[in-house]
């Protein structure tokens, strides 16, 4: 469970991206975190995972207040940052095993877990092979592994689909579905909207860094009081200020 | 010639060190700024003050030009030497490279923008030596207006040809590069290779010098009129001209000489753009390829990657991994700590026999072990405080920093992993010197022994330092590997610290050759005492300064 209450953040003083954001995610179901360009969305995950803090409220990660122990509420998240070029001149497989040594991921679950993923993500192949080789995709994919092999209770990914080729991406889903069915956490921002309107239990729209709904779909509908698409409800919530 | 302007301007924008967010960054970046101004003053000073002493016994024989023309070749050496370097990363490796290249712009056109800024930055450099040195000749001769106006052309024209020939070294090496598959590796090797070209330089001038016999000096001495000026100059084209311009001020022949360097240089600049055109694109396409024939594991190195290590492990085989495997960090962080001792191999094999001779006999018997104590462990601060690797630990990372925040490893671990790195090429490179020092001057093996147990807090000292500005003043921003290491001001202030704590150790060593014990022994003392006060500090803080550095 993810639960963030009051949260503000604004870059150099000026700029307010999270503008006061109280919001719960519950543990067992997808939600979607939609919003326009600059909405606030890469800045609220980016203090859920440590690596912004916030000027003030509260972020709790299962219960544990994220600045009293930022260590054990890291080692709960897996996290998918939305610029896959890190690590560049690690080959796969070293930068495998180096976020397997840092999550503490040993045994037999190790090996398993990369061959695993590898070979459903079909990078077993080029494993051997500098990151800084990979394709724009493959890079997503490989950093999608990586934060995959500590099996994570929570899950933080910062528009994860884009890029990917309709097989990983299905695949991606595939797998997000069956952790949440798991009891895990899956919070993730997307622009792309039918994914969102298929894949979600519950979305969350932020606008100039403030939360506009918090819900399902079938609740926004209801609000709209018309059968209408969630692209079409997105484009009229943010159209207005 | 407005796009060349134009990109100029761009580029020009976008190395000076970016604006740090916050008013309080920016005030601290400032007051760094004018500590590292304010430290480079004592270097300055003293040329300034040689120059000065110098003067008059050389104008008594009618010789001061020949401080021009030392001055103006060695400025033009260091320039064309560390040029190499630069011009490769600016041209080749710099990150805009890739976005240069689909618009609509002309090889001449980008690499005229690149020359330009580089020699901007070339400009600051002379300000250490050319610049003293200039100003101190003005006003010890006594020169009037046209001088310094004279002198303001020289500075401004000396850099260009340097730099010229520095960039058409680095295109017919890099044009190379994009028929090589491992680019990385290749330019590893280039730079290797650009160092050997400039000890190979250095070793060939002492060979020119040692091949004049001292009766040349004597006869070049007598003749006056500055005719050992004219001898300096030779070894770069073109010096000679500029230091005719400055020494004959007064006459219009001081102002033709000056035309004609201008119009050398020119030429020269033409030569650069005409080889440029065909050369630039050729090593600049294809420039981020890597080598990547597909290679699935085999089953032993699936094995391999079965085994776990602990946190400190993995951040140190990253860190190593990634060291070596960047060019610009490999050359700054890990090759500066392996050239000590190449240099005095070099310097020992070309000197003249009987002065090595003298140097062993002199080591051999006077020297007690106490001195040698305390000179190795000036060397040792030395040798340490000149390797980035620590003083750059936060800044390599660069835009990848923020994986530091959400990885699950305690900050203080991984400063540690950074540590330790940082600490392990130092003292390899320095016991390789010690390895080396030791076969040429037969030093008993009880000697070396203790000699590297002393220096260890020596060694440490500069790793620790280093981590600690770094943490402060890190350099995340940049669009160039290069940068994280080379313009990085924790690097050069480390260097003015760690420098004059090594330099003011020798000088003891030297002075107080029989005081016994009691210098060495202090000094081993008060470096520990630094050291565990340091890491202390890292210890108790680190993790806090770390936390507070902005993502
Ligand atoms: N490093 C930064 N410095 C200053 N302002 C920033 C920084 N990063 C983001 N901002 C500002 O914060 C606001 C929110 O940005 P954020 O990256 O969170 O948006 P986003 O919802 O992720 O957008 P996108 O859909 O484009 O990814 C924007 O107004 C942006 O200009
Ligand atoms: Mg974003």
Redo the contacts between chains.
């Keep these: 469970m993810i639960e963030l209450v009051q949260v503000n953040k604004s870059?150099?003083?000026k700029v307010k991206a999270v503008d006061d954001l109280t919001l719960t995610v519950p543990a067992g179901e997808i939600v979607g975190f939609l919003g326009p360009n600059g909405a606030g969305k890469t800045t609220t995950l980016?203090m859920l995972?440590?690596?912004?803090?916030p000027d003030s409220g509260s972020i709790r990660i299962n219960g544990l207040e994220l600045h009293r122990e930022p260590?054990r509420v890291?080692?709960q998240?897996g996290?998918v940052?939305d610029?896959p070029?890190?690590?560049l001149?690690?080959k796969g497989?070293?930068y495998?095993?180096?976020m397997?040594?840092?999550?503490?991921?040993?045994?037999?679950e190790?090996?398993q877990r990369?061959?695993e993923y590898t070979a459903r993500f079909e990078m077993?192949?080029?494993?051997?092979?500098?990151i800084?080789?990979y394709s724009h995709g493959m890079r997503q994919k490989i950093v999608l592994i990586g934060a995959l092999l500590h099996d994570p209770a929570v899950w933080i990914l910062d528009e994860p689909l884009t890029g990917l080729d309709p097989k990983s991406s299905f695949l991606l889903k595939e797998i997000l579905r069956s952790e949440a069915g798991k009891g895990k956490t899956v919070f993730f921002s997307t622009h792309v909207l039918d994914v969102a309107e298929r894949l979600c239990d519950r979305v969350a729209i932020i606008h100039k860094g403030r939360l506009l709904f918090d819900g399902t779909i079938a609740a926004m509908r209801d609000h709209f009081k018309a059968d209408e698409s969630l692209e079409k409800m997105f484009l009229e919530m943010t159209e207005d200020e | 010639m407005n796009r060349y302007l134009a990109l100029s301007r761009i580029l020009l924008k976008s190395s000076i060190t970016p604006p740090a967010?916050?008013r309080h960054e920016r005030t601290k970046t400032a007051l760094l700024m004018l500590f590292v101004a304010v430290s480079m003053l004592p270097l300055v000073a003293a040329l300034a003050l040689t120059v000065s002493k110098l003067y008059d016994p050389l104008a008594a024989i009618g010789q001061q030009g020949v401080l021009l023309g030392f001055g103006c070749a060695i400025s033009g050496l260091i320039i064309f030497i560390f040029g190499i370097f630069y011009t490769i990363n600016v041209y080749y490796f710099a990150q805009d490279v890739e976005f240069l290249l689909p618009l609509p712009l002309k090889a001449g056109e980008i690499l005229g923008a690149k020359f330009t800024i580089t020699l901007l930055f070339e400009y600051l450099t002379q300000l250490l030596i050319l610049a003293p040195l200039l100003v101190t000749f003005g006003i010890r001769s006594g020169a009037g207006l046209s001088y310094y106006l004279l002198a303001a052309g020289v500075y401004l024209s000396l850099p260009v040809i340097p730099l010229v020939l520095a960039s058409l070294l680095a295109m017919a090496l890099m044009s190379y590069s994009s028929i090589a598959s491992h680019k990385?590796r290749f330019r590893i090797w280039a730079g290797g290779l650009g160092l050997i070209a400039a000890l190979g330089v250095q070793f060939a001038m002492q060979k020119v010098m040692a091949g004049r016999k001292p009766e040349d000096f004597v006869r070049l001495l007598q003749e006056g009129k500055n005719s050992l000026a004219d001898w300096a100059v030779q070894l770069f084209p073109g010096v000679r001209l500029a230091v005719k311009a400055l020494l004959q001020q007064g006459a219009a022949a001081g102002w033709l000489n000056l035309v004609l360097f201008l119009l050398l240089t020119g030429l020269f600049i033409l030569i650069l753009r005409l080889a440029g055109g065909a050369l630039y694109f050729r090593g600049a396409v294809g420039g981020?390829e890597?080598?990547?024939?597909?290679?699935?594991?085999n089953a032993a190195?699936?094995?391999e990657?079965?085994r776990?290590?602990?946190?400190l492990?993995?951040?140190i085989?990253?860190e190593i991994?990634?060291l070596v495997?960047?060019p610009a960090f490999f050359m700054n962080c890990v090759l500066v700590n392996f050239i000590w001792p190449v240099m005095i191999l070099f310097v020992m094999t070309s000197g003249e026999q009987e002065d090595i001779e003298g140097l062993r006999r002199l080591v051999g018997s006077n020297v007690s072990l106490a001195t040698l104590l305390l000179a190795g462990i000036g060397a040792a601060l030395l040798v340490a405080g000149v390797s980035g690797a620590s003083a750059s630990g936060i800044s390599r990372e660069g835009?990848?920093f923020?994986?530091s925040?959400?990885?699950?490893?305690?900050y203080l671990t991984q400063l540690k992993a950074k540590m330790t790195v940082a600490f392990l090429l130092a003292l390899a490179g320095f016991a390789l010197l010690l390895g080396v020092l030791a076969v040429l001057f037969q030093l008993p093996a009880a000697a070396i022994g203790l000699l590297l147990l002393a220096t260890l807090p020596a060694i440490a000292f500069p790793v620790l330092a280093g981590m600690l500005l770094d943490v402060h003043f890190p350099k995340l921003v940049w669009d160039n590997e290069y940068r994280a290491v080379k313009q990085n001001m924790s690097i050069v202030l480390l260097m003015v610290i760690s420098g004059l704590a090594g330099a003011a150790c020798i000088w003891m060593a030297l002075r107080y050759s029989a005081a016994g014990w009691t210098p060495a022994v202090t000094a081993v003392l008060l470096l520990m005492a630094v050291d565990a006060g340091l890491y202390f500090m890292l210890a108790k803080k680190g993790a806090d300064w770390l936390?507070a550095i902005?993502?």
């Excluded at chain 2, 890597?290 to 594991?297: N, P, T």
């Design positions: 870059y150099s003083g980016k995972t440590g690596i912004l803090n260590i890291k080692e998240i996290f940052p610029s070029d890190i690590f001149r690690l497989i070293e495998l095993r180096f397997a040594d840092l999550y503490r991921v040993g045994g037999a190790r090996r990369i061959e077993a192949e080029v494993l051997g092979n500098k800084q080789s | 967010s916050g990385d981020s890597s080598y990547a024939a597909h290679r699935a594991l190195e699936m094995a990657a079965g776990s290590g602990g946190q492990g993995a951040l085989l990253k991994r990634l495997r960047t835009s990848q923020f994986t925040k959400y990885l699950p490893a305690p936390a902005s993502a």
